[in-house]
């Protein structure tokens, strides 16, 4: 079975701060996304990476970034934090970009405060 | 892009009765529909996916139909039980863009 971790279930954060969500991945899949999930707006993808160090802009980039070193390990990170990207965030991995099942981490709520 | 539009939004049932979920896609060249069961606490878990070859399939008591021409999809749960109480997505994919729906939070009442 896929697994998909995140580090952290629930993150309270200061604006302005710079945060970092980590995600890892144990199927050797190439590929791995960052979503966010907010009420009545389903997922919306903000970054995803289709190979080490490579990167591709979803539809929801602006005050993202994304890091990706090594093939099992996704990071999403925030600048400068601002309340209006307190949410739930998801990782998830799969193992072809085209017409392939996501596997999802549990998320990680961030609030900022 | 393409656009998926999921409804109902909630959807309440009595313990054995079906419940349908609908979704509709704008893009005619999406070829992946994949379904997606999150529970409280948990990422979203595929339960069921179609592609654009076939027109149905069904996986015990969970089916779900592909109308191309029409550009919809639909989930239908049979029999259902409280265990199904979750929120469910839809989504299309077409190459490497997957859209999601707004979900749809499904409660079955014992």
């Not at chain 1, 925030?78 to 991995?93: G, I, K, P, V």
């Not at chain 1, 017409?99 to 999802?104: A, I, K, V, W």
Request: glycine share 6%; hydrophobic share 30%.
């Amino acid at each position: 079975d896929v697994k998909v971790t995140q580090s952290s279930r629930y993150l309270v954060k200061r604006t302005g701060e710079k945060v970092f969500l980590e995600c890892v991945q144990d199927m050797d899949h190439e590929n791995m996304f960052w979503y966010r999930q907010d009420p009545g707006l389903g997922l919306r993808l903000i970054y995803f990476s289709y190979d080490v160090k490579m990167k591709e802009k979803g539809d929801i980039p602006e005050g993202y970034s994304v890091s990706r070193e090594k093939k099992e390990r996704f990071s999403l990170i925030l600048e400068s934090a601002s309340t209006n990207q307190t949410s739930m965030y998801l990782c998830a991995s799969a193992q072809f970009v085209r017409s392939s099942p996501l596997h999802f981490g549990n998320g990680t709520r961030l609030t900022v405060t | 892009g393409e656009n998926v539009e999921q409804h109902p939004s909630t959807l309440s049932v009595q313990e054995g009765d079906s419940a349908v979920i609908k979704c509709t896609y704008s893009d005619s060249a999406s070829n992946y529909f994949p379904w997606y069961k999150q529970e409280l606490g948990k990422g979203p878990q595929l339960i069921i996916d179609i592609r654009s070859n076939v027109g149905e399939k069904k996986d015990q008591r969970i089916a779900v139909t592909l109308n191309k021409t029409a550009k919809h999809f639909s989930l239908h749960i049979t029999e259902t039980q409280p265990e199904d109480s979750a929120v469910y997505f839809c989504a299309a994919s077409i190459n490497n863009d997957m859209r999601f729906g707004a979900g749809t939070r499904l409660t079955v009442k014992p």
